[in-house]
């Protein structure tokens, strides 16, 4: 394997380690934070079939494509491998980005690694559309909305409300004011939780929605930290009983048990679209069934929609939840910039989540009252340049296609969890090979510290994530302390896959050799007689 200088420096920096903790026991780890395993767990992850389901698998990825042909990939061809091609030039930051000997990001246009960029999950890249109304935006219509008579004021407010018009159509909202704009989707879900935890006395008066004493919020051990803080303070404020769905061991929703926990006092329910760490796709039909089938008639269920509103066809009269939120930044719009979908009575009958400015509609010296929604829900100046941003993001997407972007997605993804489920001493977090999941995996490796492991591929041009990516009661429940994710995005390509897989096998080989030269160091130190 060729070394760069940054890996040479990281070898002989590890080899030095090894070196110089051989004598100790137990056995010392090369990374300072150890992939911590629960052993005393029910059950545990376990590296996942590779058998494929005929129903589920795309045409090119075939039964007779089997384990016993490790070459396999290497004939594998895309049905629309054109689109990644179509739109990598929309995207500089994929197609400029390189890295010298030293793994440092080369910025005077010599060749050099290019980038395989895989952490869409995290932060989608943006297209130049996107960065075009950004600047078009700042340099010709600069001007606070709703606040102006004059021209400029008048062109800002069209083309933020514009961008309101497309998000509603985009996830096809009853109506624009159902859609409120807020800085992403923790503070769309934060918006809702406070809401609902606003003063007893306050809530009474206005006639607003209010969760109260003894009544039951239910979230999963799957959810984003943002979806568990905000309902934990909820509780708090409100003595409601927090409950959660203990997650599987392969992902998949549990609809027993889920049906084991609703009651007639279940007044809110909160959940992913798609999780973020194992890409499982919930069934929210089901769910929603049983809701409405079994907890309190006047129950709520909002969906965290960041892994699902960008990557396939998402419309709120189907799924018939009440609220959902997304994340602009995650859907090829700026940061900054997300949004709460809710149905326009519920919104008119929460409580404000801020006060101020735009969100009133008189304000005296002993009270207020407060405008209808979506202005009741966004005070001050808002995030007009995010909100155009994403409105063009909206408009890049759709000219796309969510349903291509979605069937290309799912093909590249199911190649990524097939290829990564192939590599020794892999895990892959989620459901397993056959069903339909999102396009990302999570995965931890043997003896080998999911940081450890992203910075040697970083060092290869390869960015993945590491981390508990915000959901430690997951990791917790599967045995792990963290994991490694790597996830997909339609402008990524079968190399950019195969890159990643070639580097990661090269850098795993690399900790096993330091580890078969520990082993042989201690047998050494076994058989050594001091003279005195």
Not at 110 to 125: C, E, H, I, W
Not at 257 to 279: E, Y
Request: net charge negative; proline share 5%; glycine share 6%.
């Amino acid at each position: 394997m060729s070394m760069t200088n940054k890996r040479r420096a990281a070898i002989a920096f590890a080899s030095l380690v090894v070196e110089s903790l051989c004598f100790s026991s137990p056995r010392p780890t090369l990374s300072t934070y150890p992939l911590a395993v629960h052993d005393n767990l029910p059950y545990r992850s376990s590296v996942l079939s590779v058998s494929q389901s005929p129903s589920s698998i795309a045409p090119t990825l075939k039964d007779d494509d089997d384990d016993d042909n490790p070459d396999w990939w290497k004939d594998f061809e895309l049905n629309d491998a054109e689109l990644p091609s179509s739109v990598l030039p929309d995207f500089p930051i994929l197609t400029t980005t390189s890295f010298d000997a030293d793994g440092r990001l080369i910025k005077d246009g010599s060749a050099g690694r290019r980038l395989v960029y895989l952490d869409s999950a995290a932060t989608s890249q943006k297209p130049t559309a996107v960065t075009d109304a950004l600047t078009a935006y700042y340099q010709k219509y600069n001007s606070n909305v709703h606040r102006g008579a004059h021209a400029l004021s008048r062109e800002a407010t069209s083309l933020y409300e514009q961008a309101r018009d497309k998000i509603a159509a985009f996830v096809n909202a009853y109506s624009r004011n159902e859609i409120v704009f807020t800085r992403g989707a923790t503070e769309a879900i934060n918006l809702v939780a406070a809401s609902l935890s606003c003063p007893a006395s306050l809530c009474k008066e206005n006639s607003w929605m209010r969760l109260e004493q003894g009544d039951e919020i239910i979230i999963t051990e799957a959810e984003h930290h943002s979806n568990i803080v905000p309902w934990q303070l909820a509780a708090l404020k409100t003595g409601a009983i927090l409950k959660y769905l203990p997650v599987r061991h392969d992902g998949q929703f549990d609809l027993d048990a889920f049906r084991d926990l609703l009651s007639t006092n279940t007044k809110f329910i909160s959940l992913q679209h798609v999780s973020n760490v194992m890409g499982t796709i919930n069934p929210i039909s089901d769910i929603v069934q049983l809701v409405r089938a079994h907890a309190s008639p006047d129950a709520k269920i909002m969906l965290d929609a960041c892994q699902s509103v960008p990557h396939s066809i998402v419309d709120v009269q189907t799924l018939d939840v009440d609220f959902l939120a997304a994340s602009g930044h995650k859907m090829c719009g700026p940061t900054g910039i997300g949004f709460l979908w809710a149905r326009e009575s519920i919104l008119n009958s929460m409580a404000p989540y801020m006060g101020g400015g735009e969100m009133i509609d008189e304000v005296h010296m002993t009270h207020s009252t407060y405008a209808s929604a979506p202005a009741r829900f966004e005070a001050g100046t808002p995030p007009i340049a995010q909100a155009v941003g994403l409105g063009s993001a909206v408009d890049y997407l759709s000219a796309i296609g969510m349903e291509r972007i979605h069937d290309y997605e799912l093909e590249l993804g199911r190649y990524l969890h097939r290829r990564l489920g192939q590599v020794p001493g892999v895990t892959v977090l989620g459901p397993p090979v056959g069903v339909d999941r999102a396009a990302l995996c999570a995965f931890v490796c043997d003896g080998v510290h999911p940081s450890d492991l992203s910075t040697f591929l970083d060092g290869e041009g390869v960015a993945i994530r590491a981390g508990h990516h915000c959901c430690q009661p997951l990791h917790r429940a599967l045995g792990y302390s963290h994991s490694a994710r790597a996830s997909l995005y339609f402008y990524n390509t079968k190399e950019d896959v195969d890159h990643f897989i070639k580097a990661l096998e090269e850098t795993l080989n690399f900790f096993r050799s330091l580890e078969r030269g520990q082993k042989a160091k201690e047998t050494e130190d076994d058989g050594f007689v001091p003279l005195f």
